[in-house]
């Protein structure tokens, strides 16, 4: 499931993208802070359920709406604001839903489970960390276009769901050196659409210069290690032996033997 949430507050953007990755943690979730991004966002990549913020500077979520269905007939609309008195126009323009601020991931779900239009299920995608890093999805290696859009896929899974910034990651890729930020865009964008077309996109977050992953969307034998599921794990003193920056990771897995 591909989700979008607009609001042109940051708090109130964080606290909705919060409650939503709480109820879904499993959706591919993108946050905008302008309705022109989303706009654009959904004409290049397509969008099952946009949360829109209705009372925003420039464009309100009323019209973001209508310009959104324009584009995409079959996207859910639900409107998440602090006013009761737009639910007339959410009627006119089909919404799946309404929600009244404070936003919380009980509201979320329940608007989620009556979705108007459903939504197909996301494939499984399993890590491997321990060794050599490698990815699967439904049992089968998933290939990247670059070598380093894998690397940047285990630095994340590393980070264990944190957010990084692209100025971090470029320092770990690419040990401090500059001028790699046109190549970092397409490592990116490598990562972003081959989760997507191996249907695994809710694997990864986006925000503002920021990229994570949700854990709970996939499987991983570091997760498992470090929660105490363990049977069935083996742990020979080798984690992502890839990398080098991996190091730190691994001296703190044979610290817990």
Not at 86 to 91: G, H, N, T
Not at 132 to 157: C, H, I, M, Q, W
Request: overall charge negative; glycine content about 8%; aromatic content about 10%.
């Amino acid at each position: 499931m591909r989700i979008i949430a607009v609001d042109d507050e940051e708090l109130a953007l964080d606290r909705l993208m919060t409650a939503i990755q709480q109820a879904a943690p499993g959706a591919e979730l993108h946050g905008f802070f302008y309705p022109e991004d989303a706009l654009a966002f959904l004409q290049g990549n397509g969008c099952d359920v946009a949360f829109l913020d209705v009372e925003m500077a420039d464009v309100s979520g009323v019209e973001l709406a209508r310009q959104l269905k324009a584009c995409n007939p079959d996207v859910n609309i639900i409107f998440a604001t602090g006013f009761s008195h737009y639910r007339d126009a959410a009627f006119d323009l089909h919404a799946s839903g309404y929600l009244t601020k404070p936003i919380t991931a009980d509201k979320v779900r329940k608007e989620l489970a009556e979705l108007r239009r459903p939504v197909a299920q996301a494939r499984r995608m399993r890590v491997q960390t321990f060794g050599n890093f490698e990815v699967y999805v439904d049992g089968r290696p998933l290939e990247f276009k670059y070598s380093r859009t894998k690397e940047l896929l285990a630095y994340l899974v590393d980070r264990r769901g944190s957010l990084c910034t692209m100025g971090e990651i470029q320092a770990i890729l690419f040990e401090d050196e500059m001028g790699h930020e046109s190549y970092l865009k397409s490592l990116r964008r490598d990562l972003q659409v081959t989760l997507e077309e191996a249907g695994c996109g809710g694997v990864l977050v986006r925000q503002w210069g920021k990229l994570a992953v949700q854990p709970k969307t996939f499987d991983c034998d570091y997760y498992d290690w470090r929660e105490g599921r363990r049977e069935g794990l083996s742990y020979h003193g080798e984690y992502m032996t890839q990398y080098s920056w991996g190091e730190e990771t691994n001296a703190l897995l044979a610290g817990e033997e």
